[in-house]
T-cell receptor
Framework: ETGVTQTPRHLVMGMTNKKSLKCEQH?????MYWYKQSAKKPLELMFV???????ENNSVPSRFSPECPNSSHLFLHLHTLQPEDSALYLC???????????????FGPGTRLTVL | GQNIDQPTEMTATEGAIVQINCTYQ??????LFWYQQHAGEAPTFLSY????GLEEKGRFSSFLSRSKGYSYLLLKELQMKDSASYLC?????????FGGGTRLMVKP
């Protein structure tokens, strides 16, 4: 158990659907992240939230809309996605959001998304 | 840029030792992480280096040379369960940048 949970674990959606991914961390961390992992590509950072405030948007298309109501919960709202958005979406959390040892990121199990 | 380079695939024999190398851009660097990721699972934290030298944790050790922008992960007494992808990640500013991962296959 990593203390970071994600739901759903698998999601199939059409290009006109609207769906949301949910992440919850039980570690008392202050920073949360969304990553995209496509086949044969590095993990791509999408968004960073620190104390509920978005601090990074890594040029993500507007069809992905994050929401962070508190430090324990993070959502990714999806609408009018494309087939190339099919990937594993990973949530992570850390104590801080730098690159030091206290900022080790702990990952959830991911949501495997397929866009038809 | 923030290029992080590591080999795509490696193969080793059960019981052997394997070294996975990683090179990275040095500007703004403030830490180097290694993660393990089994197929279909989340990455799990293995090690962190911020100072030059070797950090040992049981069968796994990680080395860092800041001046060379170089790190390696050393896995000893390989077991079949060590077959996984190993991700090198560079900390800079307020985020981590991950390499593409090295897929390690351990054979009997």
């Amino acid at each position: 158990e990593t203390g970071v949970t994600q739901t759903p674990r698998h999601l199939v959606m059409g290009m006109t659907n609207k769906k949301s991914l949910k992440c919850e961390q039980h570690l008392g961390h202050n920073a949360m992240y969304w990553y995209k992992q496509s086949a044969k590509k590095p993990l791509e950072l999408m968004f960073v939230y620190n104390f509920k405030e978005q601090t990074e948007n890594n040029s993500v298309p507007s069809r992905f809309s994050p929401e962070c109501p508190n430090s324990s919960h993070l959502f990714l709202h999806l609408h009018t996605l494309q087939p190339e958005d099919s990937a594993l979406y990973l949530c992570a959390s850390s104590q801080g959001s730098g690159g030091s040892s206290t900022d080790t990121q702990y990952f959830g199990p991911g949501t495997r998304l397929t866009v038809l | 840029g923030q290029n992080i380079d590591q080999p795509t695939e490696m193969t080793a024999t059960e019981g052997a030792i394997v070294q996975i190398n990683c090179t990275y851009q040095t500007s703004g660097f403030n830490g180097l992480f290694w993660y393990q990721q089994h197929a279909g699972e989340a990455p799990t934290f293995l090690s962190y280096n911020v100072l030059d030298g070797l950090e040992e944790k049981g069968r796994f050790s990680s080395f860092l040379s800041r001046s060379k922008g170089y790190s390696y992960l050393l896995l000893k007494e390989l077991q079949m369960k060590d077959s996984a992808s190993y991700l090198c990640a560079r900390g800079a500013g307020n985020m981590l940048t991950f390499g593409g991962g090295t897929r390690l296959m351990v054979k009997p």
